[in-house]
T-cell receptor, first 113, second 113 residues
Framework: GEDVEQSLFLSVREGDSSVINCTYT??????LYWYKQEPGAGLQLLTYIFSNMDMKQDQRLTVLLNKKDKHLSLRIADTQTGDSAIYFCAEALYSGGYQKVTFGTGTKLQVIP | DGGITQSPKYLFRKEGQNVTLSCEQN?????MYWYRQDPGQGLRLIYY???????QKGDIAEGYSVSREKKESFPLTVTSAQKNPTAFYLCASSIRSSSNEQFFGPGTRLTVL
């Protein structure tokens, strides 16, 4: 089955690191994504990781994937107030020429100045 | 500038009325998607279209209808059969239905009074 879960809320102080966690249930997923949604806006792709990778780093962002535990995390180093948003993880399953993307519930990150 | 647009940003309708939400993209993408976002529930797929003149039901298609007569346009009609239509609606597109990244529009917030 496909079910992506996240905690709903995270609060950090500016300058600290943020770690947003996600669990998924389908081991057949091909890609896992992190999207960012600012208030009243659409989603923006931040980064993604292929399912055969363990880690991906992109500037302040580090994605860790633990396939055994079906656990995905996003670490944001030196968190800034502009990072305040809702972060969605998502998994993609490829089937019949179509890549179905299942989104998590979203984690609202609040950065305290 | 290439992008995906949704209009209007806010929409109010009386209960029992059908309403159509617009989604246009000039990215030359084949695939387009409609999602519904409710607080604490993440995004749920309503309909998707892999190519012009073709579309398939997503996870929550009941009470909704779509058309894909042009590559650039994928309007969503929320019918009176949709029991709880008040939500934030997001349209997205991707180069192909097998592509990694979905590009999102800014969303339309529909409120049914």
């Amino acid at each position: 089955g496909e079910d992506v879960e996240q905690s709903l809320f995270l609060s950090v102080r500016e300058g600290d690191s943020s770690v947003i966690n996600c669990t998924y249930t389908d081991s057949s997923s091909t890609y896992l994504y992190w999207y960012k949604q600012e208030p009243g806006a659409g989603l923006q792709l931040l980064t993604y990781i292929f399912s055969n990778m363990d880690m991906k780093q992109d500037q302040r962002l580090t994605v860790l994937l633990n396939k055994k535990d079906k656990h995905l995390s996003l670490r944001i180093a030196d968190t800034q107030t502009g990072d305040s948003a809702i972060y969605f993880c998502a998994e993609a399953l490829y089937s019949g020429g179509y890549q179905k993307v299942t989104f998590g519930t979203g984690t609202k990150l609040q950065v305290i100045p | 500038d290439g992008g995906i647009t949704q209009s209007p940003k806010y929409l109010f309708r009386k209960e029992g009325q059908n309403v159509t939400l617009s989604c246009e993209q000039n990215l030359n993408h084949d695939a387009m998607y409609w999602y519904r976002q409710d607080p604490g529930q993440g995004l749920r797929l309503i309909y998707y279209s892999q190519i012009v003149n073709d579309f398939q039901k997503g996870d929550i298609a009941e009470g909704y209808s779509v058309s894909r007569e042009k590559k650039e346009s994928f309007p969503l009609t929320v019918t009176s059969a949709q029991k709880n239509p008040t939500a934030f609606y997001l349209c997205a597109s991707s180069i192909r239905s097998s592509s990694n990244e979905q590009f999102f529009g800014p969303g339309t917030r529909l409120t049914v009074l």
